[in-house]
């Protein structure tokens, strides 16, 4: 009897053996469905099929595969890759398989996709009961060119209509389906679509990336250009040499859903859109990815972190771009750092990686600086816009007047770029009205009933919220303990506060919010993006997200409202955070030669080394001395971290496990276990946390540790382990 192992996307502890059926052809990699008590599911065959021997189960207790699946075998080099991942953040290899087995559509056979129309040759029959839901299908129907229809969900979408309309139409025979022919494949970018004049500098960086590409050998390099020097116009170069090479490219962007303008781009520079992949994505979107990258004919794909694990053919680069970005660390689940995982994926591709940031991570700058990744420096902007001028006020000496969050000079700031036809930004990165809500008559305050943090009003909704669990609550109109009402005040500034204040001073300016909530999600997000991109917005007032890689040619100031507002907490990475995202904000200013850039940061501490460097333009300077800083106290990247996080919903649980570990906390000569100690946060949806952070050299085995001391212990009851190496999340 022939057995194989097979990994199953499931967080169990290994590989579980199954037996080959004998007119099965099975081999290694092979996608097959397989007996799990009582259910069947989808894994891979993960080691090469073998007779069985006599350390094996009994032949009886072996079950035998159900069918092999119609899709191509995953690579040798994707389940290294999922070994080396699982292995790197101490999470079940199933854990990991399960991230490239994300689209359970893509190993079922094709669909053929159903499409609703009228009756060509009964159009104009109607229904008896015609209601106004019914009213909109035909219409909807009628506006197309005779014969044709439209998928379920695009109909229900058009009609605005929910699907069981469209059901009830279809039974009473008023709307016919027909089958679409299948998906069109994906357009092929052209390498020499147009061609670009490039500054010597952009020349000289766009040779040699050419070059690596060329060479089919894993390289790693930083791009460290200042913001508007044509990074991506600069790694589009890249690309091309990857597409004359027949090879795939992959770019990972931050905020894959909100970059209609980087589209836009690519296509000027290749003739058609690249291939996406991001959470937004409908679930025939992600079959017809999946399955086009696992057949090779994918040939540049856009991403989340999650592209990372898609199967890839024969992947000739890796971009990630904003390389510094929190965003691509992932929180929950398996806990990885993408940025971290897209040089291990290029490694084993044998494919250079590009790392590209005007501000790049620590991390990224000193392995540049050691040698180990190579530097390409952009230190211009193209077409000889210059750097912005920073300016930082001093709100101890000159505080905003009473019940204003800005300087007078911040606000005329904004007035002259707005008299001069540029557009402003201001930014604030906190989304609401305000942080906090008391009761001024008896100094109640609003915390989330599930979680330690306050609840966020959000004034434009009418809601407070809570923005770690999303608790919701409306605004209330008497203060929930003494039932006084009009007692209520807010606490502090978020964007919505802002852009209150600002169209106080500007009623008639076009004014925006650019913010993660605001309605219309997403789609709406975009669209405002667009906005401004085109000049259709005066003031835009935003959180963090409109720090990440936009290009609006008429903003020329940037007023920064607390500049403070990241140094507080005395995180590993707060002063590098601070820096990384004050100047992405300032860098959106002036980033075409007609408008001269200029940003204002209002600090309480104008001292900090942070904003010094930041006004001084002294990016270098800045991070030498941080480098040095993190050396001295052995801390990443001149050390290694890891954290171990327990929670439950029962405090004396977590406590008594908590207990438990750090009683069977091996000894270790180079690693430091800092903790127990309840997590910053100690409760978050009615969990409550408990923390231990390590601490290594640089070369400490922290896995083989954390193995070590969790190989005999078991969680119970409501508690929950999570390891995170490298972490970067301290709260
Ligand atoms: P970065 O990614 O470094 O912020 P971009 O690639 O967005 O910079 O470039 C900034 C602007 O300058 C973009 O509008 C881009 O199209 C333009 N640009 C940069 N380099 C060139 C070039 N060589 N030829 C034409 N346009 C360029
Ligand atoms: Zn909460």
Redesign the pocket.
């Known amino acids: 009897m022939q057995i194989v192992s097979v990994l199953i996307p499931l967080g169990l502890p290994g590989p579980y053996d199954y037996a080959v059926p004998p007119d099965m052809d099975v081999g290694l990699g092979d996608f097959v469905r397989v007996p799990l008590g009582p259910r069947r599911v989808n894994g891979v065959v993960w080691q090469a099929p073998r007779a069985l021997g006599k350390d094996d189960l009994e032949p009886k207790k072996i079950k035998s595969i159900v069918e092999r699946l119609d899709v191509p075998a995953l690579s040798e080099q994707l389940r290294q890759f999922v070994d080396w991942v699982a292995a790197y953040v101490m999470s079940p290899p199933g854990s990991v398989l399960r991230q490239v087995m994300r689209v359970p559509t893509a190993f079922e056979p094709a669909k053929p996709l159903l499409a609703y129309r009228l009756d060509p040759s009964t159009p104009e029959a109607r229904p008896e009961k015609m209601t106004a839901a019914r009213t909109r299908v035909f219409a909807a129907l009628a506006m197309l060119p005779q014969g044709m229809g439209l998928t379920g969900p695009d109909l229900a979408r058009e009609a605005n209509v929910s699907s069981s309309v469209i059901k009830g139409l279809l039974a009473g025979g008023f709307l016919q389906t027909y089958p679409l022919p299948g998906h069109k494949a994906f357009a092929a970018p052209e390498p020499d679509h147009v061609q670009?004049?490039?500054?010597g500098d952009?020349k000289t960086v766009t040779q040699a990336l050419s070059a690596a590409v060329a060479e089919r050998d894993f390289t790693t390099h930083l791009l460290d250009?200042?913001?508007?020097?044509?990074?991506?116009?600069?790694y589009f170069e890249a690309i091309a040499q990857a597409l004359r090479e027949n090879r795939q490219a992959l770019i990972l962007l931050p905020e894959i859903s909100l970059t209609t303008q980087f589209l836009e781009?690519f296509e000027a520079r290749f003739g058609c859109a690249p291939a996406l992949w991001h959470s937004g994505l409908g679930p025939t979107e992600r079959r017809r990815t999946w399955r086009e990258i696992a057949e090779g004919r994918v040939q540049v794909l856009v991403g989340a972190r999650s592209a990372l694990f898609l199967p890839w053919q024969d992947l000739g680069v890796i971009i990630v771009?904003e390389e510094h970005d929190g965003g691509f660390k992932q929180e929950d689940g398996v806990i990885y750092n993408a940025r971290d995982m897209a040089v291990v994926r290029a490694r084993l591709a044998s494919c250079p990686v590009i790392l590209?940031s005007?501000t790049p991570s620590l991390e990224s700058y000193v392995n540049g600086r050691e040698g180990r990744y190579e530097i390409h420096k952009?230190a211009a902007?193209?077409?000889g816009a210059a750097m912005p001028k920073i300016q930082l006020v001093d709100m101890r000496a000159s505080p905003p007047p009473r019940g204003a969050w800005m300087v007078p000079e911040m606000v005329a700031s904004v007035g002259a770029a707005l008299a001069r036809g540029e557009q402003a930004l201001l930014f604030l990165n906190r989304r609401g009205y305000a942080p906090l809500t008391l009761c001024r008559g008896c100094g109640h305050r609003y915390a989330c009933p599930d979680c330690d943090s306050w609840m966020v009003e959000h004034r434009f909704r009418k809601q407070l919220q809570c923005h770690h669990c999303g608790h919701l609550e409306p605004v209330p109109e008497l203060c929930a303990q003494c039932h006084e009402p009009d007692k209520l005040a807010a606490c502090g500034p978020g964007v919505e506060r802002i852009t209150e204040e600002i169209i106080g001073h500007f009623p008639d300016a076009r004014t925006v919010i650019l913010s993660s909530d605001m309605t219309g999600g997403t789609q709406a997000l975009r669209e405002t993006i667009q906005q401004v991109a085109r000049g259709e917005a005066d003031i835009i007032v935003g959180t963090q997200i409109v720090a990440k890689?936009h290009?609006f040619?008429k903003l020329s100031f940037v007023g920064v409202v607390d500049a403070d507002l990241g140094l507080g907490n005395g995180d590993l990475r707060a002063a590098e955070r601070t820096y990384q995202l004050l100047s992405q904000v300032a860098?959106r200013s002036g980033?075409?030669a007609e408008a001269e850039g200029f940003a204002m940061l209002q600090t309480h501490m104008p001292e900090h080394p942070v904003l010094q460097a930041l006004a001084a333009g002294d990016r270098d300077g800045f991070f030498t001395r941080e480098v040095l800083a993190r050396e001295i106290a052995g801390m990443p990247p001149y050390g290694r971290l890891a954290a171990l996080i327990i929670s439950a919903t029962d405090p004396n649980e977590a406590l008594a496990f908590v207990r438990e570990l750090a009683q069977k906390m091996p000894a270790h000569g180079d690693i430091r276990v800092l903790g127990p100690a309840p997590a910053p946060i100690a409760r978050i949806r009615n969990r409550y946390r408990f923390r231990f952070l390590l601490k290594g050299p640089k070369n400490a085995p922290m896995q083989a540790y954390i193995g070590q001391w969790l190989a005999p212990l078991k969680t119970r009851g409501s508690v929950r382990l999570s390891v995170d190496i490298d972490p970067y999340s301290f709260l």
């Open positions: 670009r004049d490039f500054s952009q250009g200042v913001t508007g020097s044509g990074k991506t116009e600069v781009r771009d590209s005007a952009l902007r193209h077409g890689g290009h040619p860098g980033r075409s």
